[in-house]
């Protein structure tokens, strides 16, 4: 194997692999910032509806009015369960959204695990406890976003490689010419 080649196919090495971890590490601090987002997103959730189905319910604790704060915000789509539940824990309401696959692989999900985020809220009627609220977040539309976060970048960092290696080809060929 010549000079060139050699040299060609060290620095390409390199720079492949300065690439794939760039790659890794933008993937992994995002899988994290979505990971944070998912928790908020479950609290104020929470926060949300347990403050809104204190102020409605303190005449009494009517299911159905519970229900009409609880549907729009379910039917959002971003949220796997949402239940509000009596102060002796009977569930009064309960929306459940089995899980869909994404637009997105499977592998994918496998290797960049969010986990589904659950927070509780307390109800509170007036001075007293109306029951508690829980919500669990889907990580459906955060995988899709990280996907197409790894779709793009991936597709970025494949062109600055070829264009690298073509110029290292015109670089490593002017140098190396007797």
Request: glycine share 8%; no cysteine.
């Amino acid at each position: 194997m010549t000079l060139g080649r050699q040299l060609a196919l060290a620095i390409s090495a390199l720079f492949l692999v300065a690439l794939v971890g760039v790659e890794a590490i933008l993937l992994r601090t995002a899988q994290g910032n979505l990971q944070q987002q998912l928790e908020a997103l479950a609290q104020d959730a929470a926060t949300s509806l347990g403050l809104s189905l204190g102020v409605l319910l303190r005449g009494g604790g009517d299911p159905a009015l519970a229900e009409t704060v609880i549907n729009p915000a379910f039917d959002r789509g971003h949220y796997e369960r949402i239940e509000y539940l009596s102060v002796s824990g009977e569930r009064i309401v309960s929306r459940y959204l089995p899980a869909r696959e994404g637009d997105y692989p499977a592998w994918f999900v496998r290797a960049f695990t969010l986990h589904a985020p659950t927070a509780e809220s307390l109800v509170s009627a007036g001075w007293n406890q109306a029951g508690r609220v829980r919500v669990t977040v889907h990580p459906r539309f955060a995988y899709e976003q990280l996907w197409g976060t790894a779709r793009d970048t991936g597709v970025l960092l494949l062109i600055i490689y070829v264009a690298a290696l073509l110029v290292l080809r015109l670089v490593l060929r002017g140098v190396l010419r007797p």
